[in-house]
C-alpha cells in the first residue's frame, strides 16, 4: 500500500550486549508485520533524550540492568514497521556494551507491546549465529556481530 508524503522518521538506540564469552545477547521478536526474527536489545528514544540516554534507559526496561554504554558501533537507516504501528522511516545508532557475565534478562521494565512480541532471549556466540537459519533484523546484523566477535576474539581479553 503506498504511502502519501515522506515517511514518520523515527528514532532508535539499539545495544550490542557482549559477554566475557564473546558471546552476544539478541532478543527473538514476533509481531503482525513479519516471520519471527532475532535481533538486539532496544527501542524508540522518548522525548529529547539523546540516543545514548535512550541505549541507557532501554538497556535498564529490556534487561535490568545498569551497564556502561560503550562506544558508538554503528548507524542504521532502515524503513518498516514495528508491533502496532505504521510504516516509518527508522534511524537507529548502535552502542556496544560489555557485561560481566551472561545474565538472564529482567522482565519487570518491560511494556505490554515488549511482553506480547519478544517471545524469548538468547546469549548467541559468532558459529551459532553463523549455523542458524533463523531470521536476523537488520538483514546485515549476523555478518556485522561475527566481524565483531572476531575481532574481539584477537584482540585477547
Known amino acids: 500500500m503506498p504511502t502519501e508524503g515522506p515517511l ?15 558471546r552476544v545477547l539478541l532478543f527473538r521478536y514476533h509481531d503482525e508485520h513479519r516471520a519471527p526474527f532475532w535481533s538486539s536489545v532496544g527501542g524508540e528514544l522518548v522525548g529529547n ?6 541505549a541507557r534507559r532501554e538497556l535498564h526496561e529490556e534487561t535490568g540492568m545498569r551497564l556502561e ?14 508491533a502496532r504501528s505504521t510504516l516509518a522511516r527508522w534511524i537507529e545508532h548502535y ?9 538472564i534478562p529482567n522482565r519487570r521494565g ?4 515488549e511482553k506480547e512480541t519478544i517471545r524469548d532471549c538468547a546469549w548467541w556466540s559468532a558459529r551459532e549465529i553463523q549455523q542458524t537459519t533463523d531470521s536476523f533484523l537488520p538483514e546485515w ?3 556485522s556481530l561475527c566481524e565483531l566477535m572476531a575481532s ?3 584482540s585477547g581479553p
Do not use: C, H, M
Open 69 to 82: 554504554i560503550g562506544s558508538f558501533l554503528k548507524q542504521n537507516e532502515a524503513e518498516y514497521a514495528v
Open 141 to 143: 546484523l549476523p555478518s
Open 95 to 103: 552502542f556496544l556494551v560489555e557485561s560481566a557475565s551472561e545474565f
Open 152 to 154: 574481539r576474539e584477537s
Open 110 to 113: 518491560w511494556t505490554d507491546e
Open 49 to 54: 533524550e539523546t540516543y545514548r540516554e535512550a
Open 8 to 22: 514518520p522518521v523515527r528514532r532508535s538506540a539499539r545495544l550490542i550486549i557482549l559477554s566475557p564469552e564473546n
